[in-house]
């Protein structure tokens, strides 16, 4: 059965990226949550999809002229702020910890495609390996050379390769990686493709799935995953089977 990502959470209804973004997604029973991590200056891996921090807060600047310490100041609730009130910035170790007590996967984007940040794949396997979650996190990024390191520094963790264009023979690619998945943007995923692709082992899991044609339509195709930001949505279109 299709599995269904709360894409940086409930992102649809609630702050993207902050634990209550990720406590609702939970809640409405998705299988697995999508977020993405970037590194402060003090080098604390947080979770934030922007390298800026202008879009989703109150502040401004880049993410890695913060320390953490002022990082977690800022008010992370976007455009629900009468809704939910103060959220903040998220350290991913807090994430973990939380993931832990949950049955939910956890899909770790790392965001080092546009600023290659020193270190954050050793962080982030640090941070899943001290918590134990090895086998329930999924490692991704368009940094596919990224991707690689991860795989060659913990090839017990699954990684997936990330892309918005389309890949020729994205399953050859993929296994070259040493990827178990591809999640491809779904304007340049075509069926044919996507079936191939899962014929071959490899899973597919496209984003970013927020309408209801498009869900029924890959729940159709039983398709490996969705990555979404209205997971209550989908979850209402896919009922759990008892």
């Known amino acids: 059965m299709t599995l269904i990502f709360a894409h940086r959470g409930a992102a649809g209804t609630y702050p993207e990226n902050t634990m209550i973004s990720f406590e609702a997604a939970e809640s409405f029973r998705a299988d697995g949550i999508e977020l993405d991590v970037q590194l402060t200056k003090d080098g604390k891996v947080v979770v ?6 202008e879009r989703t807060t109150n502040g401004k ?3 890695r002229n913060y320390l953490y310490e002022d990082l977690c100041k800022l008010d992370a609730s976007y455009k629900f702020g009468d809704k ?8 991913l170790e807090e994430v973990l910890e939380w993931i832990d007590k949950t049955e939910l996967l956890l899909n770790i984007e790392l965001k080092n495609n546009k600023i290659p940040y020193r270190g954050l794949e050793e962080e982030v396997i640090t941070l899943v390996r001290k918590c134990n979650l090895e086998d329930r996190v999924i490692f991704s990024s368009f940094n596919h050379y990224s991707m690689k390191r991860c795989h060659m520094m913990a090839p017990d963790i699954q990684t997936a390769i990330l892309y918005r264009e389309g890949l020729h023979s994205p399953w050859a690619y993929a296994k070259k990686m040493g990827a178990t998945a591809v999640h491809p943007n779904y304007r340049y995923l075509q069926d044919a493709v996507a079936e191939l692709t899962m014929e071959s082992g490899v899973e597919v899991r496209p984003y970013t799935i927020n309408e209801e044609t498009l869900m029924r339509k890959y729940f159709d195709m039983n398709i490996s995953a969705i990555i979404t930001d209205y997971p209550e949505t989908a979850r209402m279109l896919l009922p759990i089977k008892k």
């Open 48 to 53: 934030i999809h922007d390298e800026t921090v």
């Open 61 to 63: 600047g880049a993410v």
């Open 84 to 91: 939910v009130g103060f959220c903040k910035i998220p350290l």
